[in-house]
């Protein structure tokens, strides 16, 4: 079956989806994006998703496209199309819009959405629990990772980096010597003393769906934790570590710069933290997962 992309407004065959040249999200990264998983047909944490994309418009001034539940409804259509029963995902796009090159806004630019799906494996729970090694690299981005910008280029290169290394993920580090986030996830340590940590979401980082979910799920449970920063040295002498992300969702790390976190695996509180996630996804409710 051919995959179905959505294109501002029309529903096409991939082969024949594209944008004009002058897309400034093609020459400025002037955009924005959200990816939202999906669990047997459902959206999962979709509400706090569109909340997020709504910050990230307003923070970049690009008006809506179109109203919340028509976005709504476009979504589930290309689920529909794309016959996603499963485990999926959804990738959506809105740039500023289509106009000859100038760094200045454009007058009367028409916002640009895009919307793809694909199906995904089942989450491999066991696999989350072996865990993942992750290297550290430099955090090199502009001042504004909250908001959910398509320009990405520092975050590809430390990827890139991570993948030659062998490991999973790269956690990124300020000038202070302190852990930022992954270039595609939140970073989470579990300290000597059994606390929970991750680093507060301010313009450092951008906010976690998964991360704001498990600080629910952990908070509902009685898990002491701190949101706070943390440094390298602190995480590499952790009792556990892990990191969330929509795909991802709760993965523990075994491994950063070589060295091994813990007794190298998931610790004990990484795994119910995992549990207790993949029972909220098949609820649908923080509360569920309690």
Same mark, same amino acid.
Request: glycine share 8%; hydrophobic share 40%; charged share 25%.
């Given at each position: ?159 890139? $980096?991570?993948? @030659?290394?062998? &490991?999973?993920? +790269? *956690?990124? =580090?300020?000038? #202070? %010597? $302190?852990?930022? @986030?992954?270039? &595609?996830?939140? +970073? *989470?340590? =579990?300290?000597? #003393? %059994? ?5 507060? &979401? ?15 799920? &952990? ?72």
């Amino acid at each position: 079956m051919s995959r179905i992309a959505y294109v501002d407004g029309r529903y096409l065959p991939h082969r024949h989806a594209g944008v004009s040249v002058e897309d400034r999200g093609y020459q400025f990264a002037d955009g924005v994006y959200e990816v939202i998983a999906v669990a047997c047909g459902r959206l999962v944490d979709e509400e706090p998703h569109l909340d997020r994309l709504d910050r990230s418009l307003a923070a970049v001034r690009i008006p809506w496209p179109m109203s919340r539940a028509a976005l709504k409804l476009a979504m589930r259509e290309v689920i529909r199309r794309n016959r996603i029963g499963g485990f999926g995902a959804i990738y959506l796009q809105i740039t500023r819009g289509v106009a000859p090159r100038n760094h200045a806004f454009p007058a009367g630019a028409k916002p640009v959405v895009v919307m793809t799906a694909r199906s995904l494996p089942s989450f491999d729970l066991a696999a989350a629990r072996r865990g993942v090694a992750v290297i550290s690299a430099p955090d090199e981005r502009w001042h504004r990772p909250d908001i959910k910008s398509v320009s990405l280029l520092p975050n590809v290169l430390a990827k890139q $980096r991570a993948v @030659e290394a062998g &490991a999973y993920e +790269a *956690w990124l =580090v300020d000038d #202070d %010597g $302190r852990i930022t @986030e992954g270039t &595609a996830s939140n +970073a *989470w340590i =579990v300290t000597a #003393d %059994g606390a929970l940590v991750t680093r507060c &979401a301010d313009r450092s980082i951008l906010a976690g769906i998964t991360r704001g979910s498990l600080l629910r799920l &952990a908070t509902g449970h009685g898990t002491p934790l701190t949101e706070r920063p943390f440094s390298l040295d602190e995480a590499k002498q952790a009792r556990e570590a892990f990191l969330t992300s929509t795909t991802s969702w709760v993965k523990a790390v075994v491994r950063i710069d070589g060295q091994t976190i813990g007794d190298g695996c998931a610790g004990p509180l990484t795994r119910r933290l995992l549990d207790w996630y993949a029972s909220y996804v098949d609820g649908g409710s923080a509360e569920e997962g309690l």
